[in-house]
């Protein structure tokens, strides 16, 4: 059987964090890649996986290079329905100042957990670990708290 982490061609043992957005200004993917950064440092199996696409696709996977140049774990399925795509997520993200709702639902259909940040959207989604909108490292504290509970897991 293929692990969830073989099928996007990562290494067996990779955590995934997955997001979503159109790749416009403001649309969050930043903030994303953002708290990844602080992550990456004391989560070596973490890798971020972002889906969609959309006219500030390169601009931020420059952005990407430029922080992670000697360490790129960040990851892009451009082609992939996000609905489907969580199934390979271990955490999904919600960074999108507006919209993302059925992505996060989709998530949480297949048992995902779910860390976004607040919105007036979010805060109605039953299920949710919420962070401070537009704070990365407050996200990358939630997550690192979140898959350290995931890891003792039987």
């Known amino acids: 059987m293929t692990t969830p982490a073989a099928r996007l061609g990562l290494p067996g043992d ?3 964090v997955m997001a979503t957005g159109d790749y416009l200004p403001g649309d969050g993917i930043r903030l994303a890649v953002w708290a990844f950064d602080v992550l990456k440092y004391v ?4 890798h971020l996986v972002l889906v969609g ?3 500030e696709r390169d601009r931020i996977f420059r952005m990407v290079w430029a922080i992670g140049f000697d360490d790129l774990r960040v990851h892009a399925l451009p082609d992939v329905h996000p609905l489907s795509a969580v199934a390979d997520a271990d955490l999904v993200w919600g960074t999108q100042p507006v919209g993302g709702i059925p992505f996060l639902q989709a998530a949480l259909n297949h ?10 959207e979010t805060e109605t989604l039953p299920g949710l670990f919420l962070t ?3 704070d990365p490292v407050a996200l ?3 997550t690192r708290k979140i898959l350290s509970q995931l890891a003792v897991r039987p």
């Open 132 to 134: 401070p909108f537009g």
């Open 43 to 46: 989560a070596p199996k973490l």
């Open 111 to 120: 048992g995902k957990p779910v860390l976004a940040m607040r919105t007036s």
């Open 53 to 55: 696409d959309g006219p």
């Open 140 to 142: 990358a504290t939630a």
């Open 14 to 16: 990779a955590q995934i």
